[in-house]
T-cell receptor, first 114, second 113 residues
Framework: KAGVTQTPRYLIKTRGQQVTLSCSPISGHRSVSWYQQTPGQGLQFLFEYFSETQRNKGNFPGRFSGRQFSNSRSEMNVSTLELGDSALYLC?????????????FGEGSRLTVL | QQQVKQSPQSLIVQKGGISIINCAYENTAFDYFPWYQQFPGKGPALLIAIRPDVSEKKEGRFTISFNKSAKQFSLHIMDSQPGDSATYFCAACRSGGYQKVTFGIGTKLQVIP
């Protein structure tokens, strides 16, 4: 069974640009969550989608947005990039049927903002 | 506001020793407490998890201890091995709801030979 796939793995952007990250969940998983990982903050929850609907959202500004498609693939977008947005962005999939904390993470997209 | 506080942030242990990572939470609505292990260049992976109706759970060399009244839980790695060198995250969430997991800041464990 293929795992969670995130693309691109690495990218470099400049301040003010926007970026779109993609996530393909494990087959059969309908929930996709996004987390931002930084050395000083650990993993911070961005948002979670289930069957194309955002069910939960973390405390991030509106520049961070996401969506989920009918095949459960998800994208997140960050507009007007700031230096502080440099981080590893992790996508996690799960069945979404119950909250057991069992998330299956991808290897992440490492974003560097210059 | 760190809802799950984790310490220490880094830990060096001799091979064969016991690694101990501590976490504390504030939200009493949390009722599921997983631990994740992350190797460099990889995403976190579920290691072991516990519910508050159990005071201890053991899987191989990994043991979670849970103190509901103190709102604290800890991970013990017995007979630590160099292959255990990784970053460990404690986490907490509410069951029956949505997939919002609150993570601790992480502990970078180094097991030296």
């Amino acid at each position: 069974k293929a795992g969670v796939t995130q693309t691109p793995r690495y990218l470099i952007k400049t301040r003010g640009q926007q970026v779109t990250l993609s996530c393909s969940p494990i087959s059969g998983h309908r929930s996709v969550s996004w987390y931002q990982q930084t050395p000083g903050q650990g993993l911070q929850f961005l948002f979670e989608y289930f069957s194309e609907t955002q069910r939960n959202k973390g405390n991030f500004p509106g520049r961070f947005s996401g969506r989920q498609f009918s095949n459960s693939r998800s994208e997140m977008n960050v507009s007007t990039l700031e230096l502080g947005d440099s981080a590893l962005y992790l996508c996690a999939s799960s069945t979404g049927q119950s909250t057991t904390g069992e998330l299956f993470f991808g290897e992440g997209s490492r974003l560097t903002v210059l | 506001q760190q809802q799950v506080k984790q310490s220490p942030q880094s830990l060096i242990v001799q091979k064969g020793g016991i690694s101990i990572i501590n976490c504390a939470y504030e939200n009493t609505a949390f009722d599921y407490f997983p631990w994740y292990q992350q190797f460099p260049g990889k995403g976190p992976a579920l290691l072991i998890a516990i519910r508050p109706d159990v005071s201890e759970k053991k899987e191989g060399r990994f043991t979670i201890s849970f103190n509901k009244s103190a709102k604290q839980f800890s991970l013990h790695i017995m007979d630590s091995q160099p292959g255990d060198s990784a970053t460990y995250f404690c986490a907490a969430c509410r069951s029956g709801g949505y997939q919002k997991v609150t993570f601790g800041i992480g502990t970078k464990l180094q097991v030296i030979p």
